[in-house]
């Protein structure tokens, strides 16, 4: 008899689980429902869609339905949602062109995704008031300004996707108003990188409103006009709410399957839920923290791909394929700056994870002293004092960023002390460090600070 | 009673020392005698003052003598010649302005550095050929090029200095012929990147000869006139020899101080030598190698900076520092390239140090497949087949390789397996990287390879 895998969702853990699971074993059945028209897309790649340096919504695309179907022998079904799961019978609903039916499986992976959070304002059903989350909602951004030919709009929210489209928008010509509630864009890389990119942005000629929450959006005859924030109105043709993620994780809460505190499904080390045979990976799931251990929500690409990956395995195999851990690994692009992270460098955020965080905030030069172009990085570095194990990093910086954040990611994954970071054996040459390369000098100052901090009492 | 810490050299490894040693001890006697007139600089520099990036040789100048010694409170004596150690003694002989005396140690560092290996074939004398590695001599070559104006250069040896210094003459307008002896240029960096490197040389219009020995410099009135290679002339206005350089290890070994394998002064995971209380560190002395953990001879500053200090601290602590061992992670720009290696990836050296390499050559995209300007960067990454554990990797490409190989160098560091390596949570975005880091995907490859590996007999 042969063994049914179906998916729910078909974007990068969905279809990196299909892909794997009947590679291992092709007398696997493999199913995937999909309710959307797009599979294995980058959605990461929409911001630069609408600044216009990608030309069409199907460049994103890794693999067609039709490739996934006649080359890799998937049964995959666009226009598709999965309604319900029944964990008992193990059993999903499915609806398609108006009709229902259900689907038996011997597992099943939800993979189900997120969707932009909307915030409760008045002025949301407004013409012009967008959101950037899938291909459909990408192609409208673009549309709009192609068609309406907008000279500004009001961005609401400075996280990742506020702060690549204030970049793609000033890209347009357009004016752009930026709203941010907290006292700090990009909240996660914490106010010593955002201060950064906060200067960055004026440069670039972005309005910036920190501290500001919208009250409402705006409009005239059903087109937007203005965002009201803060008791003032600030003229604007469109509008693009950026304010965050919400894991979809409804379907699997209606099947009595077990969220995890941060709202999206709870797994285990191999990508299992509460329910037999039910696996969830990719941006509706939870995944282990290497730096806490705990459960961490943090939805990015790289973890989809290989969490859907392993668990594609697992199916195949029918032994356990860990996922793997994650360290929050994150690196956005703004304007011209490269922005980092990883881990937990946060020291309320260290603390509340049982740590005695000790961090430092050091500026070096990305190249030799004396080769021209050098600009300054700023780096972030935080170490537990206990056991001198290195918690996590941010770095802002013009170049040399990027990639450099991975040099502290792999010391997270390895369980290096401060001690150990310093004494890594990193390349210099002239144009790409100076001799002790920026880490190197921010575990050199954090070491410092760690012999020099206050023991913690035992009973602390 | 004041100790006296005598430094016998002033670049790199000697001035770390010195600094660190009087700022952790201000009451120690700090004498370093200088051969010559600069101390502290930054040989690396030296290909691009040539090329007229950098203006002036005092540009490449961390530290005056004036701020050693007024500021650090270092007895820096320059001019100075250590011309004899005696260890029984605890003395050194120094020459000085045609005088010579004895100078007592309580602990002695050799930081002599290396120099120039000067090839043994006819013509070396001539006007014209000249090498580069220490400022005096960087002055030289841009002095003829500035005065002479020459067209045209043969460059002998494809190691770092020679193709910096390609890329100098080229955009000096000269034209460039450069001899390797070997079958590729840069040797330490592997056949698989060396292609690739081989390949933009061309394009950058180097007239390349590979496998091809020098026989002689030919000259007319005492100036260079060509380079005779495998029987035939090339025309060329002057001479750079870059064939490698040697420790200055004569001293030492004069003083009968053991010298390793490599040439270069033996050391401890101290930087003590074989005499009591005499260390060594940079360029004369090997360092341990943390893949394979013998002693090698890989001369760059970090090395040099890194073990100076160690023994700095040492010397004024009493307590013994560790210098720490080296990866050999080195990265040298060529032209529009970036090429890097770290360990060993060398599947020969790699066996010869008693492992079972199974080694892979990837390619991958530096950007993600729809993000405008991605350029590949190709990746040899190398593992032993028994503990899965990585041993090395290079590479080369256009954007994102400097900073890429201390991923691998932090892996080598901490021992990671092939395995573990693929499961590192490295940073996505679509300027930067695909999805999946070009670093994990040669994990990916190479632990497939590894699994299929022929098991080594136990008693080959």
Redesign the interface.
């Known amino acids: 008899m042969t063994d049914t895998f179906v998916v729910v969702g078909g974007d ?1 853990a969905g279809m990196s689980a299909a892909s794997k699971a009947k590679r291992d074993d092709p007398s696997l059945e493999v199913i995937v429902f999909e309710m959307g028209q797009w599979v294995s897309y ?1 959605a ?2 929409l911001p ?1 869609y609408v600044k216009g ?2 030309e069409s919504l199907d ?2 695309v ?1 693999l067609t339905p039709e490739e996934f179907i006649d080359d890799r022998d998937i049964d995959l079904r666009l226009g598709h949602e999965v309604t319900a799961i029944h964990t008992a019978d193990k059993t999903v609903t499915v609806e398609a062109n108006g009709e229902s039916f259900d689907q038996a499986y011997d597992t099943v992976l939800i993979s189900t995704g997120a969707r932009a959070l909307e915030p409760p304002i008045d002025g949301m059903d407004l013409d012009g008031v967008l959101t950037l989350h899938s291909m459909h909602e990408g192609g409208a951004v673009r549309d709009f300004i192609e068609t309406k030919d907008p000279d500004s709009v009001g961005l609401i929210g400075g996280g990742y996707i506020g702060l690549e489209m204030a970049e793609a928008f000033r890209g347009r010509g357009l004016h752009v108003e930026l709203f941010e509630m907290l006292p700090h864009v990009l909240e996660p890389f914490g106010e010593a990188v955002a201060e950064r990119v906060e200067e960055h942005l004026r440069e670039e000629a972005v309005d910036l409103h920190l501290e500001t929450a919208v009250d409402a959006i705006r409009g005239e005859r059903g087109r937007v006009t203005a965002i009201e924030a803060d008791g003032e109105d600030y003229p604007v043709e469109m509008a693009l709410v950026g304010t965050g993620i919400a894991p979809n994780a409804e379907l699997a809460e209606a099947a009595g399957i077990e969220l995890g505190e941060t709202g999206a499904i709870a797994t285990d080390e191999y990508g299992r839920t509460s329910a037999e045979d039910v696996f969830a990976a990719g941006d509706c799931a939870e995944a282990t923290n ?1 730096v806490t251990g705990r459960p961490d929500y943090v939805p ?4 989809a ?2 969490h859907g990956r392993a668990i594609g395995e697992t199916v195949a195999s029918g032994e356990l394929t860990e996922v ?10 703004v304007f011209d700056l ?1 922005v ?1 992270r ?1 881990g937990v460098f946060d020291e309320d955020l260290a603390a509340e994870a049982g740590f005695d965080p000790v961090s430092v905030t050091i500026e070096a030069e990305s190249r ?5 172009g050098g600009t300054p990085i700023r780096i972030q570095l935080t170490a537990d004092a206990e056991s001198r194990k290195v918690l996590g990093a941010a770095m802002v910086g013009r170049e ?1 960023v ?6 502290v ?3 997270l ?2 369980g ?1 002390t401060v001690d ?1 970071v310093e ?11 100076p ?3 920026p ?1 190197l000098t921010a575990a050199k100052v954090l070491g410092s600070k760690v012999d020099t901090a206050q023991p913690v009492e035992a009973d602390d």
Chains 1, 2 share one sequence.
């Not at 990015?300 to 973890?303: K, W």
């Not at 004494?423 to 460090?433: E, G, N, T």
């Open positions: 990068a980058g990461c790649g630069y340096e990608i460049d994103l890794s290497v990015l690409a790289l973890t791909n290989r793997g851990p994650i360290a929050g690994t994150a690196v956005v692009k490269e980092a990883t030799a002293h004396y080769y021209p040399g990027a990639k450099r954040i991975d040099t990611a792999t010391a994954h390895a290096m150990e004494m890594l054996d990193l390349a210099y040459a002239p144009p790409f460090s001799v002790w390369d880490v």
